[in-house]
């Protein structure tokens, strides 16, 4: 059992406790279910929220020592931030929490030691949300639980490579469609690429994502802006819609208590970002994440 609490210094709170049971079984040739239930019972200064009952299940076989795949269902919930729930301009405390179904499928095939694949897939259903409705006439909005069956669906698939006793590489691609408001947050389709090499005292590694399909291409129209105005398409909610970030970062233990490192973050110093006011602002009312970065460090332990 778990209990967990946060208050603000006006007194107002929202606890939590739950209890959960989970047990495993592993019956017949290479089958593997995990089953489990859990109990949430939270509670805000203002309302009780309903308490919730959620199931999870996961079944896996196991064809070969080389290939396995499991099938699974859990429900999923999640409460209120204490940001909804309280904040002056747009709280509301009278929230209940999230809650819906989420469903998946996987399959794991190990080619050769050095070769691995993995694949998902799965679908999500919203029992009720909790969304961001805008204020009349300009006026702050707040808050609200939803009660539309929203539907996303993603796929994903990695294909993990060691070449030799140095190199090693991932490689990854997803894709997601959703009906839920994101605010143009998650992107359609995701790339990723790493490669890291190791020999001796030194590792070296670069690491890769590619985002596609995010709402934005830094195109502002020259109309005022209004209320009903800001949906508008033309008011991007990004800087741009698809773009690339390069990290590279080099490691040199030099004892066995000492590692040193020195990153670059943002390699090609591409201009993005991934927090946005452009809904309730103005076109280009976005945060740009950090340009080019260089950290140098120690890491010492004993």
Known sequence: STYEE????????????SIFLQDNWKFGKGWDLTAGIRLDDAKTSR???????????????????????????????YLPTMGQLYNTSYGNDSLDAAKGKNYEIGLNHKFTDRDVVSAHYFYRKSDKGIDYTGG????????????????????????DKTFDGH?????????????????????????????????????????????????????????????????????????????????????????KNIKVYAKVNNLLDKYYGEQTNVAFGNPGDWCAMKGRTFIVGMNFSF
């Open 6 to 17: 946060a208050k603000c210094e006006s007194g107002k709170y929202i606890k939590n406790q």
């Open 47 to 77: 309302v009780d929220i309903d308490k919730n009952w959620s199931k999870s299940i996961n079944l896996g076989y196991e064809f070969n020592k080389n290939t396995n795949a499991y099938v699974g269902y859990n429900d999923y919930f």
């Open 136 to 159: 009349m006439f300009g006026g702050p909005g707040e808050y609200i639980n939803t009660y539309e069956n929203l539907k996303s669906h993603g796929f994903d698939i990695q294909y």
């Open 167 to 255: 190199w090693h590489a991932k490689l990854g691609w997803s894709m997601l469609t959703s009906d839920e408001e994101n605010g143009g947050y998650l992107p359609k389709q995701q790339y990723t690429l790493g490669v890291d090499y190791t020999a001796n005292k030194w590792n070296v590694g670069l690491d890769v994502k590619g985002y596609v399909g995010r709402n934005g291409d830094g195109v502002m129209g020259s109309d005022p802006v209004t209320w009903a105005s800001r949906w508008v398409d033309k008011y991007d909610m990004f800087p741009t819609s698809k773009y690339m970030v390069v990290d590279l970062g080099v490691n040199y233990k030099a004892t």
